[in-house]
Structures are given as C-alpha cells and as structure tokens.
C-alpha cells in the first residue's frame, strides 16, 4: 500500500509543474485574446489586403524562430524575470488606452508589449538575448495606422510615376508625365494607390527581415539586406509601369490591362525575392567567410538538447505565473468595463448646407464613387461658391468623419495635392482675424500650387471637437485623448482653393478666401460639425 502511493507521488511531482505551465498558458492566451478582442480582429480582417496578407504566416514563421533556439533555450534554463511582469503590464496599460480610446492600432501595440513581457517573465534574461529578435518580427503583422499609409502610399505614387517614365524614355518612347498621370498620347495611365508598390514593399520587408535575421554574416551586411528592401520595391515597381508604357506603344492599347494584369502580385515580389537572394550571394563573396549558399542561412534545427531539466524537478518561473494572473485581471476588468461606444453627436447633413451666404451664391456637385470609396467619409460637401463682384471661385470642401476609431482619417492635402499634378510653392500658416467672436484669430495652412502657367490658392485645416489644428501629428494625439476622456473620435478636414486667373494678385486671393471663412465660420460651420 505504501509502496503505490509512493508511486502515486512520484508521478504527481513529475507531471505537477508541467501541468501548470500548460494550464497557466491556456489561461494566459485566452486572456489576451479577451482583452485584445477588438484589436486583434481589426489586424486579421485587414490581413485580407494584399499590402498586409503576409500578416497570416507572421505568427507561425515567429514560433519556428523560437523553436529554432530551443538548444540554447534548455541550456539557460528557464528562471524567469520580474523584470517581464513589468514589460506586460506596461503592455496590458497600453491595451488598456487602445480601448478607451477606441484606437485599434494601439491596442495592437500593447497586445505585442504584453505578449513580449509574459514571454520575457518566463524565459528571463539570459534567454531573451536568443529570441527577443524573433518576437520584434511580430510587428510586422500589425498594419501601418492609416495616415501613415496615406502619406506614404502618395510620396511611393510621385517616385513610381517619375521612374516609369524614366524607364519609358528609356525604351526610346515619348511620354508626358503631370503629378500620377502618365500621358502616352493615346494612353492615360494613372499610378493609383494600388499601383504605389506598398503592396509589393510591405510583405517584402518582412522577407528581407527574416533573410537578414537567417543570414550568417557581418551586421552591415544584415542591415543593407533589410532597407534594401525599399529600393528594391520601388525600382521594380517603376519598371512595371515602365513595361505598360512599352506594351502600349508596341501593341496598343488593350495590351497594357494584359501587362498589369501579369506583372502584379507575385510575379513582381518573386522578381523582387529574387534580387534579395542575388544581393545576399554577393554579399556573401564579400568580405567573411565564403560559405556556399545551402550553408549561408541559418535554416538548421538543431536536436534538443540532452541536459534539459528533469521534468520531476522543475516548476513554471513565478514571475511568470505573476504575470500570467496579472493578464487574467486585466482581461476580467476588460469584460466588466463592457464595449465602449461612441457618443451619439447631433449634427446636421451637410448636404443641407446653404449655398446661398450674404453675397456668396454656391452650386454643389459631386464626387466620383471611386474617389469616395478612397476617402472612406460619412459625410461631405464639395461645392463651388463665387460673388457678384468677383469672377474667380472659391472651391469649399469638408470631408466628415463621425469616427476614427477603425482607421478612418482625413485625407492631408500635403499629400494628395502632388497626385493630382500640382507642385507646392509655398507653405505657410496664416492667422485670420474676425473669424471666431470673443476669441483668437483662426490658424490655417495656406499652400500656393501651380500646374503649368495654373496657380492657385489653398487654405485648409482640421476641426476635430472644437479645435482647429493644422498640424496633422498633432492631430493623433487629440485623436487618442479625445477618444480616452471623451469617448469621441469624430473630426473634419475644411478646405478652400481658389484660382489666381489673369495675373490674379496674390494679396487678393488671400482676401477672397478670408472673406469667406469669414462668412461660413461662426454662424455655419458648428451646426455641421459639432464642437
């Protein structure tokens, strides 16, 4: 009898500590899946881009990179580090403005803080110097936050259009380049922002990462293979537009829908793969050991290691453990915090906005579908506004946005003036006076463009609950104040052009476009988007 329960305790202290490892994983994964919910739905569904389908095997990829140190892992042993239940916390704090601000992306973040500190509370010190590179790999799952793209995506439109048409001129073929549009006579082709490259660029840099990260060699050979990356995407890019323009005046017109059918997706990013690996080869013959191709990657898995613990004498790290309970609070306090909703605002359509102010007689129009599908607004005005006494117009446009919270923003005309083949002659900011009773002056951005012999003058600015900023950083940070104390995301970009025709001075542009804030600020513009 004795001798069984011997047996019986025996077999208890072998599998006790495995046992609550695994219990204290399960309940640690399905608490950040809870407390993350929101976020990390948001990140999956955006996976179904092409810019961001990688984001599916980013995770798997992660794990194999941790396995694959599994031997220097064992040999380090697994003590744990308090310093991880700080890491997470400061992670789960982040999660935690994520959701009241209703910002997905930075939630995202803090699931990738937390995620980085329990594994931090298990493995310590000593073992994040093998795989902490392996975790940063995460973040290249987590889309880019929406103006960023938008910025970015524009200025990639303005480098691809130039190069094409280099590329183009190159093949002896003559070609009118205005902002994104490529002008081959009998052929328009527009680089839209599907044709940016970002699509190409993003799931390549994380290739590149992964290839530096593999490679055995020199850190500086490491770093050229990453941000080579960029360059790599951007000439390839270029020269598919290139290869449209050549089609075209080879074979007509109906060849180039044939051209950027086949040249897209993977046929462009395995051209681009392949140039990654010409450009490691080489390094590989420069400087170092010259090892052969098979062996200049780190690709082995290596057996486990024979002096692991014995699983009777070991126990999960108890920061782990504290770590693990410190995620289960946060994501009980997630569930009772509830789903945090936006307040509902009144407001009126702006499509009911006047066109008819004092002296100022409007007519509206609209935009094309593909453009308001780009710009993702809820609500909008665009019409054209001129006075009696006055022959040049004034073009007044307001973009509203009664959340931001998924990704919505306001498109900067910095960014999309250039697109339309426009070039930036100045920018300022400008104070108008008389604008706002009892208050200081309005501050505006103020751009003069030229097209050709074509100048115009532009004023615009964000209002976004009763401020009116012109900073577009500035911007995101109200974004997630406004979101966190607030409960509010809602926010509007306010713009106005007006040509300068006929030698037009500039001083009575500024007047023109002064006199109409003037006229729909204060009595108008509050009823239509709220303070």
Known sequence: MDQAVSRRDVRSSVFAGPLVFGVATVFAVAALGLMFRDGL????????????????????????????????LSAVGFGGAWTGVLVALAGLTVGLMGDLSTIYMVAQYGFLIALFG???????????????????????????????????????????SSLGVWFIRLMGISVFLSG??????????????????????????????????????????KAILFLSTMPITLVMNSF????????????????????????????????????????????????????????AFRLDFPKPAANLQSAARWTP???????????????????????????????????????????WKGRQFALDGKILDALDVDDYIMANFRRPQDANRVNFYVAYYASQRAGQAAHSPRSCIPGGGWRIEDLTQRSIDNVIPGRQSLGVN??????????????YWFRQQGRNLTNEYVIKWYLFWDGVTRNRTDGALIRLVTPMLDGDPIDDADQRLSGFVRAIYSPLIPAYVPQ
């Open 41 to 72: 739905e948001t990140m999956v569904r955006d996976w179904s881009k092409e810019e961001y389908s990688h984001g599916y095997i980013i995770p798997l990829i992660a794990i194999l990179l941790v396995i694959q140190k599994r031997r220097e």
């Open 118 to 160: 329990i594994v931090f509370s298990f493995v310590g010190w000593r073992g994040m110097r093998h795989i902490w590179l392996a975790l940063v790999y995460l973040a290249f799952m987590i889309p880019l936050p929406t103006f960023l793209y938008a910025n970015l995506s524009a200025e990639m439109q303005l480098i691809s």
């Open 180 to 221: 994104n549009i490529i002008d081959l006579g009998v052929y328009k082709l527009q680089v839209a922002e599907a044709c940016s490259g970002l699509r190409y660029m993003f799931p390549l840099m994380s290739f590149g990462f992964l290839i530096a990260y593999l490679y055995r060699g020199p850190f500086w050979h």
């Open 240 to 295: 598919r537009i290139g290869l449209i323009g050549m089609a075209v005046e080879r074979w007509g017109i109906a060849s180039a829908e044939g051209v950027l059918h086949y040249t897209q997706g993977w046929v462009i990013f395995m051209a681009c793969v392949a140039i990654l690996f010409a450009e490691a080869w080489i390094l590989n013959r420069v400087g170092g050991e010259r090892r052969p191709m098979h062996r």
């Open 317 to 359: 790290p108890k920061p782990y453990l504290g770590a693990v309970g410190l995620v289960l609070l946060a994501a009980v306090g997630s569930i009772a915090m509830g789903e945090r909703v936006e307040a509902a605002l009144e407001r009126q359509s702006l499509a009911t906005f006047p066109m008819r102010i004092g002296d």
């Open 446 to 459: 103020r751009v003069v463009i030229q097209k050709g012999n074509v100048k115009q003058l532009v004023y």
